[in-house]
């Protein structure tokens, strides 16, 4: 969608655009500091995916084939990762996947703690899921699938050209701050409460030091004029 073609050298985490999505100075603590901090809600989303992330484990189920932990690539994104699950549904609409017969429909499924967010930070990361296994297999996936583990069901996702174009605005932006290596000033705000960081981050001391430096450099401005 963007014409630019990463190499793999330049490859970032796919799942690092759930956290530039809630707040890019978070992404740039963790993926370019890699500074990291656990809470209760990290926690438990570690534990929800180990019951889910099992690479050895292949499933079918009629004309259903779960496969997890499915790795994922996207050269016009520039992101790499992994897909909790991406189920493979026989039609005649799909297409040929290697030692099966017939042809399938793909379709991601994020596990996630909680439950749905206000947010758009669940739906980027699983939008570049579907811009990967579209690369990968030549195809146009239109919805996806969240299954969070606190309402205990599937929620759909439409995945919309206003949402990939969002997605490959985020991961543009966050190729330019990854090449430039700065992380990116506090900006206090409602999500601040409820990231893991915060206490890496300090965003009321780190957004008054930078008050400070502004204000001193004012002084020192107007000190040096010309009267």
Same mark, same amino acid.
């Given at each position: 969608?963007?014409?630019?073609?990463?190499?793999?050298?330049?490859?970032?985490?796919?799942?690092?655009?759930?956290?530039?999505?809630?707040?890019?100075?978070?992404?740039?603590?963790?993926?370019?500091?890699?500074?990291?901090?656990?809470?209760?809600? #990290?926690?438990?989303?570690?534990?929800?995916?180990?019951?889910?992330?099992?690479?050895?484990?292949n499933e079918s189920?009629?004309?259903?084939?779960?496969? @997890?932990?499915?790795?994922?690539? $996207?050269?016009?994104?520039?992101?790499?990762?992994?897909?909790?699950?991406?189920?493979?549904?026989?039609?005649?609409?799909?297409?040929?996947?290697?030692?099966?017969?017939?042809?399938?429909?793909?379709?991601?499924?994020?596990?996630? @703690?909680?439950?749905?967010?206000?947010?758009?930070?669940?739906?980027?990361?699983?939008?570049?899921?579907?811009?990967?296994?579209?690369?990968?297999?030549?195809?146009?996936? #239109?919805?996806?699938?969240?299954?969070?583990?606190?309402?205990?069901?599937?929620?759909?996702?439409?995945? #919309?050209?206003?949402?990939?174009?969002?997605?490959?605005?985020?991961?543009?932006?966050?190729?330019?701050?990854?090449?430039?290596?700065?992380?990116?000033?506090?900006?206090?705000?409602?999500?601040? $409460?409820?990231? $893991?960081?915060?206490?890496?981050?300090?965003?009321?001391?780190?957004?008054?030091?930078?008050?400070?430096?502004?204000?001193?450099? @004012?002084y020192v401005s107007?000190?040096?004029?010309?009267?």
């Amino acid at each position: 969608m963007n014409g630019k073609c990463y190499t793999d050298d330049e490859l970032l985490l796919l799942s690092g655009i759930q956290h530039f999505c809630f707040c890019k100075r978070q992404w740039a603590l963790i993926h370019i500091e890699h500074q990291w901090q656990e809470n209760l809600r #990290t926690q438990e989303g570690h534990f929800i995916h180990e019951r889910v992330d099992d690479p050895f484990i292949n499933e079918s189920r009629g004309d259903v084939i779960i496969s @997890r932990s499915f790795p994922l690539i $996207s050269y016009s994104l520039g992101l790499t990762g992994v897909a909790d699950v991406v189920e493979f549904i026989r039609s005649n609409k799909g297409v040929p996947i290697s030692n099966h017969d017939g042809c399938w429909l793909v379709k991601p499924i994020e596990y996630k @703690r909680g439950k749905p967010k206000i947010d758009e930070r669940d739906e980027v990361q699983l939008c570049a899921q579907v811009i990967c296994l579209e690369e990968m297999f030549g195809i146009r996936i #239109t919805a996806a699938d969240f299954y969070y583990n606190e309402i205990r069901r599937r929620q759909r996702v439409d995945i #919309t050209d206003d949402l990939r174009s969002h997605v490959f605005s985020l991961a543009s932006e966050m190729h330019e701050i990854f090449q430039k290596g700065i992380t990116p000033d506090a900006e206090m705000g409602k999500n601040c $409460s409820l990231c $893991s960081l915060k206490d890496i981050c300090i965003p009321k001391i780190t957004k008054k030091k930078k008050n400070v430096r502004s204000y001193i450099a @004012r002084y020192v401005s107007d000190a040096i004029a010309p009267q």
